[in-house]
């Protein structure tokens, strides 16, 4: 009777746990500033990087050996996933108060053009379909020559749920007919409670939960071998991962970003080639 009695408490308390918010985590502007930082010198390793064609993708910098095998798995249908880290002067970023996650994915895509694997990024109206449920919601606010602004609505589920609308800017740059690149960069984030509903509003932005405060994409496009490969190098910032709450937070701010990656390249690919 009493262990049953302690499984039935224990079990209540793992319910009211799940079911209540994370402690708010606020975003400093030290925070800010850090990874604003850590962009920065990404964002300098990545402007070297696409001005030539030899070592545009992430696998053309490995030597030879291993850069023809990653190539060929590619072609063979892998996806190839990577966690990165940018560092200054051999030392980390550090970030007071929150979390980096750099993760680096690339995709082939046979028998598709450059100029179509364009299209289906820069049609953001269409986000909602062709990348939900983890899009639910995509809006393009406007398009002036190869700057798009758009709405996307996140919609993430680890344990709980956590929505998070977001407004941002990318800018498409296509140095030659067989390659292109696109920065894309989130000016505004913030959280969503009880979505869908009547009582929907939006947190205090940069006062919420602290599960995506900050998201930077680098799309590449390079178009050869009969196809497309398409890589993308997402740089996102989160809360730091709470004392006691890790079975509750983690699961977001560790895995969540590397799983949404590969799902983007894997729902692109698929989409493209249905086409």
Same mark, same amino acid.
């Given at each position: ?65 291993? *850069? ?27 970030? /007071? ?12 895509? /046979? ?21 939900? /449920?983890?899009?639910? @919601? ?10 798009? *602004? ?26 030659? %007919? ?60 989160? *809360? @730091?991962? /709470?004392?006691?709450? %890790? ?27 249905? @086409?």
């Amino acid at each position: 009777m009493v262990s049953a009695l302690l499984r039935t408490i224990a079990g209540a308390a793992v319910v009211v746990s799940v079911a209540a918010p994370a402690h708010a985590a606020d975003l400093s502007p030290a925070t800010v500033a850090a990874f604003d930082r850590y962009v920065q010198a990404t964002e300098a390793r990545i402007n070297s990087e696409v001005l030539g064609a030899e070592q545009f993708l992430w696998p053309q910098t490995l030597p030879p050996a291993e *850069r023809d095998a990653r190539l060929a798995a590619l072609r063979s249908g892998t996806l190839l996933i990577e966690k990165l880290e940018t560092r200054q002067q051999g030392r980390p970023i550090d970030i /007071p108060g929150g979390l980096v996650h750099h993760w680096l994915g690339v995709a082939f895509l /046979p028998g598709v053009s450059i100029d179509r694997a364009i299209a289906l990024l820069q049609d953001y109206d269409r986000h909602a379909s062709i990348y939900a /449920p983890r899009v639910a @919601r995509s809006v393009l606010r406007s398009h002036e020559g190869d700057t798009y *602004r758009f709405h996307l609505r996140f919609f993430m589920k680890k344990v709980i749920t956590v929505v998070v609308d977001s407004e941002n800017t990318a800018e498409f740059t296509k140095p030659a %007919g067989d390659r292109a690149f696109s920065r894309i960069v989130s000016t505004r984030m913030a959280e969503v409670d009880d979505p869908g509903t009547p009582s929907e509003r939006e947190k205090p932005v940069g006062h919420d939960s602290g599960y995506l405060w900050r998201l930077n994409s680098y799309w590449r496009f390079f178009e050869r071998d009969g196809g497309t490969y398409l890589q993308c190098e997402s740089v996102s910032l989160t *809360r @730091r991962i /709470p004392v006691g709450l %890790g079975w509750l937070v983690g699961p977001f701010v560790t895995s969540l970003p590397r799983e949404s990656l590969e799902f983007t390249l894997d729902t692109t690919r698929r989409a493209l080639s249905a @086409r």
